[in-house]
């Protein structure tokens, strides 16, 4: 039966249309980052990016989201050369980045307003987003006078408000506690189910890649190269305890733990 629950991607053709298509190695100088990266990623998939510490995770996203030239390679989305003035790329990073000068209303409404929204379809756009995570009744705050918490959904909130082309997450519940970052991954289920969106969600922790996404490609220590990529198709909500999950976690942790030389850090 466990054996219908993974299935390498490349066994399990994705019905979705291709949204970004990557071929992409990248070097700072000397030092190879990513050596012939090559994956696509569907329409509306949640695709988690796995990797030891130092592989290239956040270089890679700085590529997808158009900010970085890979020096070999190219990312196309919908067909076409990734360039953020044309395409709607949303990037939520590990740290909370909302305006201080804003209140919560407004961080999440800055991009629908940008695009030149009605006000009553940004009024409406923002309090339902508010409602998935469960910011209602914070509206007026400015984000000095709430939790990192829920700043991070305030930002999260953003990255889903404006329909993005791609919604890029950079370990973003990482400096969030247990319960918290539990919550806001049921949280983030929640607002994509909503409002769809093709996400690509990095991640060192490989219970968070089982339980958010559609698929997984864990990478090795650089030169990153695809060890796994894998559809999970356990059906949600998941449940972190049942044999299948901690059966695909384990196989993910070997992995990794087979992709990081003993001793080293990334
Ligand atoms: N602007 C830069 N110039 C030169 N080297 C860089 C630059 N940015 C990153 N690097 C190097 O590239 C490699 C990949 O870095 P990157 O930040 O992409 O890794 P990561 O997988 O996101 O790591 P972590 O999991 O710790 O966040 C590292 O060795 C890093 O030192
Ligand atoms: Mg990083």
């Given at each position: ?41 569907r ?9 030891p510490s130092?592989?290239g ?20 989305v ?7 003035k044309r ?10 980045s ?24 940004v009024?409406?756009?923002v309090d339902d ?5 469960n ?11 709430i ?32 319960p918290?970052?539990?919550r ?8 994509w ?8 969600f ?6 968070e ?5 559609d698929r ?9 190269r ?9 059906p ?8 299948e ?9 070997n ?12």
């Amino acid at each position: 039966m466990a054996a219908t629950l993974t299935k390498p991607a490349a066994e399990a053709p994705d019905p979705r249309p291709v949204k970004v298509d990557v071929d992409v190695s990248h070097r700072y100088g000397t030092l190879p980052v990513h050596d012939g990266l090559k994956f696509t990623v569907r329409e509306n998939e949640f695709l988690c990016l796995c990797g030891p510490s130092g592989c290239g995770k956040t270089t890679l996203l700085d590529i997808l989201a158009g900010l970085l030239e890979p020096t070999g390679g190219r990312v196309l989305v919908h067909g076409e050369p990734v360039n953020p003035k044309r395409h709607n790329i949303s990037f939520v990073f590990q740290e909370p980045s909302t305006l201080p000068w804003l209140s919560v209303r407004d961080n999440v409404a800055v991009g629908l307003r940008i695009k030149k929204r009605s006000a009553d379809d940004v009024r409406s756009t923002v309090d339902d987003i508010l409602g998935v995570v469960n910011l209602r009744g914070y509206e007026n705050y400015y984000p000095h006078q709430i939790s990192g918490g829920m700043k991070q959904r305030v930002a999260i909130a953003r990255a889903f408000a404006t329909d993005a082309d791609v919604i890029l997450m950079d370990e973003p519940f990482v400096s969030l506690d247990q319960p918290t970052r539990e919550r806001m991954q049921a949280e983030v289920l929640s607002i994509w189910a909503r409002k769809k969106g093709t996400v690509i969600f990095v991640t060192h922790n490989l219970e968070e890649a089982v339980f958010l996404g559609d698929r997984a490609i864990i990478l090795s220590a650089k030169p990153a190269r695809i060890l796994a990529d894998v559809r999970i198709l356990l059906p949600r909500p998941r449940n972190t305890l049942s044999p299948e999950f901690t059966r695909l976690r384990a196989q993910f942790a070997n992995l990794l733990n087979a992709a990081v030389p003993a001793g080293t850090g990334g």
